[in-house]
């Protein structure tokens, strides 16, 4: 039986729990359905430098979120949170910026005791990434064996990010405090291009 620690996210109580999996370490399962476009977690933690990011630390550079060009969100690893959730070529969740902060929401209905999965959306410049540890192992139809996009996926993302950001408040933040909550989250991210962005 596998140990299962309740979460909160921003889901109702008990909608989550985290899960040992083979070869991955933890990930995070749901408990109940999760309805397409509902709103899972707010990626929060200490504000850094992206330059002053200490690599040795974390090789593989997972766990760092991008916040601006030069600031990172890193999260409390000793805690449970979005940073557990693993990657696939083929994720039921998807990121989304709301005033600057990068939530997780659902990209369909996720039925309970599936794993939830993300994109980690890393460019498809393995040249700079050598050598790359980024191996994909995650079962699904279009797995493409990495964790880095395809050059046609992440220039339709990118494009897609930039008209978003000019729609959107920055977040309120300082390098070296931690991101705080927002006092209020949407329920559910309006249906828009990412919903079939994977599948095309
Ligand atoms: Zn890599
Ligand atoms: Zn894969």
Excluded at 20 to 45: E, H, N, P, Q, T
Excluded at 85 to 103: D, K, M, V
């Amino acid at each position: 039986m596998v140990d299962c620690v309740y979460l909160m996210f921003l889901l109702a109580k008990n909608s989550l729990c985290i899960k040992k999996v083979g070869g991955k370490g933890f990930g995070v399962f749901s408990k109940k359905s999760i309805r397409a476009g509902m709103v899972i977690s707010d990626y929060l933690g200490k504000v850094i430098k992206t330059a002053e990011y200490d690599l040795d630390k974390d090789r593989e550079g997972l766990y760092l979120m991008y916040l601006t060009d030069q600031a990172s969100i890193y999260p409390n690893l000793s805690k449970p949170g979005p940073h557990l959730i693993n990657h696939s070529c083929t994720p039921n969740c998807w990121i989304y910026i709301y005033h600057g902060h990068t939530l997780f929401f659902a990209l369909r209905d996720i039925d309970p005791d599936e794993e939830l999965t993300i994109s980690y959306l890393l460019s498809p410049d393995e040249e700079t990434c050598k050598p790359c540890t980024h191996i994909c192992n995650c079962g699904s139809k279009n797995c493409n064996g990495t964790f880095h996009l395809t050059k046609d996926k992440y220039e339709k993302w990118q494009k897609f990010l930039d008209k978003e950001k000019k729609k959107m408040k920055v977040a309120k933040f300082a390098v070296g405090k931690n991101l705080s909550k927002l006092p209020s989250y949407p329920k559910t991210i309006p249906q828009n291009f990412i919903y079939e962005f994977m599948n095309k």
